[in-house]
């Protein structure tokens, strides 16, 4: 740590007043769970409060649960001194820039460096989902922009990040210190606390949740469009219309496949007692190359429960607003 680098407070601040490496991630256009820089900015000027969905919450909590037998876990496996844990620390030149760093680690030649821990779902690990081979620097775009924060912040070379796959796995990665991304980085987030968060001027929106989310309240008026936005409208149009060939195809197929399949059974309309239980293995010449898997679901029963329970209904319907785009029959 440098001698002007500062330690946060235990104390939770308020993320409202400084930009963490999360925050980053949404100015560089880069966020998780639809976080832009205008989402960002409204938490930032208390427009809105970032309301945390119940997956990504019970995600959070389950980590916090185990972040005592995770970090036992990555001393075991990690092999370097692990000389700090959860510590936020605070950029040397702004005090609104800020990043909580996991764990930091001395290095072979005695310099102390990052270290991230990432909880990951075996179900969301892989080249898919962004994760390269173990050892190397490829990591989902959005953590790499923390990681590259946590640098800026720190003024340190390297950042090691431990995915823990599951509950028993770790798999480390190691990303080193870009110049030319800090410092574009860097630009950004200073031009964002400081033309838009202290001036009150909101970015540009960059998604159509951030379209929708600025025009949803406004009453409707004519538009003229010009040629590019007329363009994107008959594509929308052309696209719909596909979509639907495209799922009328698709339930002719699935009609002509299942079918053949309950005919393959014995099955009739009459619906003999001894209906097969297992999930149907598709094979060609031998080989599986799919199931058709028996699943169980649930549904509410809105019809009843507005009908006889009216005062539930009521209390836990929640309004909302939403703009669709229809198109005009010609005359």
């Known amino acids: 740590m440098t001698a002007s680098m500062q330690v946060m407070a235990d104390v939770e601040p308020d993320r409202r007043l400084y930009l963490g490496g999360s925050d980053a991630a949404a100015i560089m256009g880069v966020g998780a769970y639809g976080r832009t820089p205008l989402v960002c900015y409204r938490a930032k000027v208390g427009e809105s409060v970032e309301v945390m969905d119940a997956e990504k919450r019970r995600f959070l909590e389950r980590r916090k ?3 005592g037998p995770i970090f036992e876990m990555l001393r ?15 950029d040397p030149e702004f005090d609104f820039m800020a990043a909580e760093i996991d764990f930091e680690w001395i290095d072979r030649d005695g310099s102390t460096q990052n270290g991230e821990v990432k909880t990951v779902s075996p179900f969301a690990f892989g080249e ?7 050892g190397s620097s ?12 946590g640098l800026m912040v720190t003024g340190r070379r390297t950042c090691i990040v431990g995915a823990m796959i599951g509950l028993d796995s770790f798999v480390f990665y190691r990303i080193e210190r870009d110049e030319e991304t800090i410092t574009a980085m860097r630009a950004a987030a200073l031009d964002f606390w400081r033309e838009h968060v202290l001036k009150r001027v909101p970015p540009e929106p960059i998604s159509l949740a951030d379209v929708l989310s600025l025009t949803i309240k406004m009453t409707g008026r004519p538009v003229a469009l010009d040629a590019a936005a007329l363009e994107s409208m008959r594509k929308i149009k052309q696209i719909r ?10 339930e002719e197929l699935e009609f002509q496949l299942f079918d053949f399949t309950r005919k393959q059974w014995g099955l009739t309309s009459s619906e003999p007692a001894n209906l097969p239980t297992d999930n149907a293995i598709l094979t060609f010449a031998g080989q599986p190359v799919g199931t058709w ?21 009521a209390a836990f ?15």
């Not at 699943?295 to 005062?311: F, T, Y």
């Not at 319907?317 to 005359?331: M, S, V």
């Open 65 to 67: 649960r185990w972040e």
């Open 128 to 134: 898919r989902a962004g994760w390269g081979e173990a």
């Open 138 to 149: 490829d990591i989902p775009v959005h953590y790499a922009a923390q990681v590259m924060w």
């Open 76 to 90: 075991e496996e990690f092999d370097a001194e692990i000389v700090a844990i959860n510590r936020r620390l605070v």
């Open 241 to 250: 219309e596909s979509k639907k060939a495209m799922d009328t195809e698709i």
């Open 317 to 331: 319907t929640k309004e909302h607003f939403f703009r669709t785009l229809r198109f005009t029959r010609p005359a």
């Open 293 to 313: 898997a028996r699943q169980r679901g649930a549904s509410l029963d809105q019809k009843r429960l507005k009908s006889e329970r009216p005062e539930i209904v």
